[in-house]
């Protein structure tokens, strides 16, 4: 079965910091991965996904992550944040499972101090 | 660009009551999806559906139900709410590509709904 785990629930960096988000997920068969972010109180919106096209992807506003199969890891980056970084952001797997499509993991907050 | 709306984005509702959240897109998207997302846990699959008057059960359906009489459009009733469905609820939609579990899904932007 999929699984997607986010390492760390809060992560806070400073203005122009780097920013690392933590993805580990477990799949049986070649995933899709996907991040997504959601400012407060808005929906979700899709920073990039990962399709098996390269491996590394590059995202919306100065996002990327790279998919590292070896490590089962789908790290999200970005080399300085801005405040208007802050954000929840959710990583999220392929499923092959019935009855659901997209396994979410439960969120990392990013705070960004000036 | 694809927009999905919800028809409210906060609702106070009391014990029992039956409440009804709207959901509507606008890019004549085959699937469409409900979710609950509480902090900590993330979100979570309530219903989904890939086609008019078809639903799937997600991972938490106890205690809801779904209503997809025209593509656009996507329900989710509560037939009686219970304090413990106080959540944000949101709706998504994803284009008919590759596949229900690979396709991008657009999300409204939440309804957080109360039940006292």
């Known amino acids: 079965a999929q699984s997607v785990t986010q390492l760390g629930s809060h992560v806070s960096v400073s203005e122009g910091a780097l920013v690392l988000l933590r993805c580990n997920y477990s799949s049986s068969v070649p995933p899709y991965l996907f991040w997504y972010v959601q400012y407060p109180n808005q929906g979700l919106q899709l920073l990039l996904k990962?399709?098996?096209?390269?491996?590394l992807v590059k995202g919306i506003n100065g996002f990327e992550a790279e998919f590292k199969k070896s490590e089962t890891s789908f790290h999200l980056t970005k080399p300085s944040a801005h405040m208007s970084d802050a954000a929840e952001y959710f990583c999220?797997?392929?499923?092959?499972?019935?009855?659901?499509?997209?396994?979410f993991g439960k969120g990392t907050t990013l705070s960004v101090s000036s | 660009d694809v927009k999905v709306t919800q028809s409210s984005r906060y609702l106070v509702k009391r014990t029992g009551e039956k409440v009804f959240l709207e959901c509507v897109q606008d890019?004549?998207?085959?699937?469409m999806f409900w979710y609950r997302q509480d902090p900590g846990l993330g979100l979570r699959l309530i219903y989904f559906?890939?086609?008019?008057?078809?639903?799937e059960k997600g991972d938490i359906p106890e205690g809801y139900s779904v209503s997809r009489e025209k593509k656009e459009r996507f329900s989710l009733i509560l037939e009686s709410a219970s304090t413990n469905q106080t959540s944000m609820y949101l709706c998504?939609?994803?284009?008919?590509?590759?596949?229900?579990?690979?396709?991008?899904?657009?999300f409204g932007p939440g309804t957080r709904l109360t039940v006292l």
């Open positions: 890019m004549d998207h085959e699937n």
């Open positions: 999220a797997v392929s499923s092959n499972q019935a009855g659901t499509a997209l396994i």
């Open positions: 998504a939609s994803s284009t008919p590509g590759s596949g229900i579990s690979t396709d991008t899904q657009y």
């Open positions: 559906s890939y086609d008019v008057k078809m639903k």
């Open positions: 990962y399709t098996s096209a390269a491996t």
